[in-house]
C-alpha cells in the first residue's frame, strides 16, 4: 500500500514530458511599455514678489514610471522530462509568471524571468512556453542553458499541454520624486528697460549655494509670453518692478 501511494504522488507532479527535441532560433521581439511618469503640476497662476523664488527643482510630486509587459501564468508546479545529449533531465517548473518573449505567424513564446532548477545539480536552465495561434494552453516548452539573451533554443512538444492565464502585468519603478532638498531655484529679479530679469543658482547637498553655477538671465520680456530656462517652461501674464504673475507649464528639474 506504501508503494502504490509514492507511485501516484510521483505520476502526479511529472505533468509533462518528451523525447522529441529540435533546435530552434527565437530572437526577442517584444518589449515591454516604458510610460514615464507625470509630473504633477498645479494648473493655476503664481504670483511672487522680487527676490522670490518662482521654481524649485524637486518642488512638485512625480508619478512612478510604469513598465507594461504580457504575461502567461501558471499556477501549479509542472516537473517537464527531456532526453538531452543521452541524458534525462527533469525541469522543475514553479508557479510563475512568464513574460511575452516573442510573437510570429504560429504563435506566441513566453519566458520564464529567472532560471530553473533541474535535476542536473550543476546546469540551470532558461526556459520559456509556446502557445500556438489561437490557442490558450501552452503546448511546447524551449529552453538553453545561456543566462544572456541568447536566441538558440531547444523546443520540445508537451505530452500534456499547461494551462495558465494570458494578463497584463504591471511593474512601478522606484523613481518617484517630491519634497526633497532643492538643488536648484530660479529667483524673480524684475523687470527693467523691456527685459525681465531672473537669478538662477545651483546648490550643494548641504544646502549650501555653489557661487560658480550661479547665473543672471535677461530676457525680452513680454506679457503672456512663455518663456524656456535650463529644462524649465514657465508662462509669464504680467511682470513689473515689484511682482510677476506666471504659470509653470514644466518644473525645473
Known amino acids: ?31 515591454a511599455t516604458n510610460t514615464p511618469g507625470k509630473i504633477l503640476i498645479p494648473k493655476y497662476k503664481n504670483t511672487a514678489r522680487v527676490g522670490e523664488e518662482i521654481l524649485t527643482a524637486g518642488e512638485y510630486k512625480k508619478e512612478a514610471t510604469t513598465i507594461k509587459y504580457e504575461a502567461f501564468n501558471i499556477d501549479e508546479q509542472h516537473n517537464i ?20 518573449y516573442h510573437t510570429n505567424e504560429y504563435g506566441s513564446y513566453y519566458k520564464a524571468k529567472e532560471s530553473i532548477k533541474t535535476s542536473e545539480k550543476s546546469d540551470k536552465a532558461y526556459i520559456g512556453l509556446f502557445i500556438p495561434m489561437g490557442k490558450t494552453e501552452a503546448t511546447d516548452m524551449f529552453w538553453n ?3 544572456v539573451n541568447d536566441p538558440n533554443f531547444y523546443q520540445i512538444k508537451l505530452i500534456e499541454p499547461i494551462k495558465g492565464i494570458k494578463n497584463t502585468k504591471f511593474q512601478f519603478l522606484n523613481d518617484r520624486y517630491g519634497s526633497i532638498a532643492p538643488s536648484a531655484t530660479i529667483t524673480y529679479a524684475g523687470v527693467s528697460n ?5 537669478v538662477y543658482n545651483e546648490f550643494t547637498n548641504d544646502g549650501f549655494i555653489r557661487p560658480s553655477f550661479k547665473q543672471e538671465v535677461s530676457l525680452d520680456y513680454k506679457p ?8 524649465a517652461l514657465f508662462k509669464v501674464y504680467k511682470a513689473d518692478s515689484i511682482n510677476i504673475s506666471f504659470e509653470i507649464l514644466r518644473p525645473l528639474d
Request: aromatic share 12%; charged share 20%; hydrophobic share 45%.
Open 145 to 147: 542553458w545561456n543566462p
Open 1 to 31: 500500500m506504501f508503494k502504490k501511494s509514492i507511485l501516484i504522488s510521483s505520476l502526479f507532479i511529472i505533468s509533462a514530458c518528451s523525447t522529441e527535441i529540435k533546435t530552434i532560433r527565437i530572437p526577442k521581439n517584444i518589449v
Open 224 to 231: 503672456n509670453k512663455v518663456y524656456a530656462f535650463k529644462n
Open 81 to 100: 522530462t527531456a532526453q538531452h545529449r543521452r541524458k534525462s533531465i527533469t525541469f522543475h517548473v514553479q508557479p510563475a509568471d512568464f513574460l511575452l
Open 194 to 198: 523691456g527685459e525681465i530679469h531672473f
